[in-house]
């Protein structure tokens, strides 16, 4: 069955649920943007209260799934690791850890590759899929990636898997950029909207916007009045794309007409402008 067609969803207009997918998240609450019936695997917000802490500093521990996250605002450290608003970390399973805390609090966009759970003792991880923390805010943006993508746009790798292949980047685009080819491509794309609007055949996205998009699916042309930055991930394999042969036409007053599983329906209502990202 895998994880339903979800384009697109407010977070702003999903309830929060008291602890957090699998491990119960004592003290935290959580919002589900997206999850895998067959495996577990689930895409999420994560709340993290001022104060908050995983208990005591002495006692390994570690969880038995890939946990990739991205700081949305506040912060968070684990085992001395600080991690502030824009900042990344991939850390695969078995990843031992001892201790997490966020003094501030923070809000924590979050995948996991399954069902996690927290198992006692350290753990037994792959190094090489190991990213103990990249800051969002440093380093060097790519140019243009496809010839036929719309000039304007720049994007900041976060992750390459070495051993799928599967990706995760930062997008940014310019205000008043459009295009004019729909697109597709063979792997799962999944995007978190982080700030801006994103404009598609499908209605106006506003910061704070989810999808996940199913394999060769086709989709766009897209635009944004604002600019914006956008979080992506592949599953199944690195991003390629191809292009429809002839160009479209475009609006920037669409249709608000999103596709959603049942359980996004009650929430599917178009977003205010200016919306917030969460």
Same mark, same amino acid.
């Given at each position: 069955?895998?994880?339903p067609?979800?384009?697109?969803?407010?977070?702003?207009?999903?309830? &929060?649920?008291?602890?957090?997918?699998?491990?119960?998240?004592?003290?935290?609450?959580?919002?589900?943007?997206?999850?895998?019936?067959?495996?577990?695997?689930?895409?999420? #917000? $994560?709340?993290?209260?001022?104060?908050?802490?995983?208990?005591?500093?002495?006692?390994?521990?570690?969880?038995?799934?890939?946990?990739?996250?991205?700081?949305?605002?506040?912060?968070?450290?684990?085992?001395? $690791?600080?991690?502030?608003?824009?900042?990344?970390?991939?850390?695969?399973?078995? !990843?031992?850890r001892?201790?997490?805390?966020s003094?501030?609090?923070?809000?924590v966009?979050?995948?996991?590759?399954? %069902?996690?759970?927290?198992? /006692?003792?350290?753990?037994?991880?792959?190094?090489?899929?190991?990213?103990?923390?990249? /800051?969002?805010?440093?380093?060097? *943006?790519?140019?243009? !990636?496809?010839?036929?993508?719309?000039?304007?746009?720049?994007?900041?790798? #976060?992750?390459?898997?070495?051993?799928?292949?599967?990706?995760? *980047?930062?997008?940014?685009?310019?205000? #008043?950029?459009?295009?004019?080819?729909?697109?597709?491509?063979?792997?799962?794309? %999944?995007?978190?909207?982080?700030?801006?609007?994103? $404009?598609?055949?499908?209605?106006?996205?506003?910061?704070?916007?989810?999808?996940?998009?199913?394999?060769?699916?086709?989709?766009?042309?897209?635009?944004?009045?604002?600019?914006?930055?956008?979080? +992506?991930?592949?599953?199944?394999?690195?991003?390629?794309?191809?292009y429809?042969?002839?160009e $479209?036409? +475009?609006? &920037?007053?669409?249709?608000?007409?999103?596709?959603?599983?049942?359980?996004?329906?009650?929430?599917?209502?178009?977003?205010?402008?200016?919306?917030?990202?969460?």
């Amino acid at each position: 069955m895998g994880r339903p067609f979800t384009e697109f969803i407010q977070s702003q207009a999903l309830p &929060w649920q008291d602890g957090r997918y699998g491990d119960g998240g004592s003290g935290l609450r959580s919002k589900m943007l997206s999850l895998d019936p067959d495996n577990g695997a689930s895409s999420l #917000l $994560v709340e993290y209260p001022a104060g908050w802490t995983s208990g005591a500093a002495s006692a390994p521990w570690h969880l038995d799934v890939d946990e990739e996250f991205f700081v949305l605002s506040g912060e968070l450290t684990i085992d001395g $690791v600080h991690y502030a608003g824009k900042s990344y970390a991939h850390l695969p399973a078995g !990843f031992t850890r001892q201790h997490a805390s966020s003094t501030a609090g923070a809000v924590v966009l979050t995948f996991y590759s399954g %069902e996690p759970r927290v198992l /006692d003792g350290a753990g037994q991880c792959d190094d090489r899929r190991l990213v103990t923390y990249v /800051d969002g805010l440093a380093g060097e *943006w790519s140019g243009n !990636f496809h010839p036929q993508f719309p000039p304007g746009a720049g994007r900041k790798f #976060l992750r390459r898997d070495p051993i799928d292949g599967e990706e995760t *980047w930062l997008l940014g685009t310019m205000p #008043l950029r459009s295009g004019r080819r729909p697109e597709r491509h063979p792997v799962v794309e %999944e995007m978190y909207l982080l700030s801006g609007e994103l $404009v598609g055949p499908l209605g106006v996205m506003q910061a704070g916007c989810y999808f996940w998009r199913p394999p060769e699916e086709w989709h766009g042309p897209f635009g944004s009045l604002t600019g914006n930055l956008m979080l +992506f991930r592949t599953k199944g394999g690195p991003l390629s794309t191809v292009y429809t042969e002839h160009e $479209v036409e +475009f609006t &920037w007053t669409p249709e608000h007409r999103p596709i959603l599983p049942a359980e996004f329906e009650p929430y599917g209502r178009e977003p205010a402008p200016g919306c917030g990202c969460y």
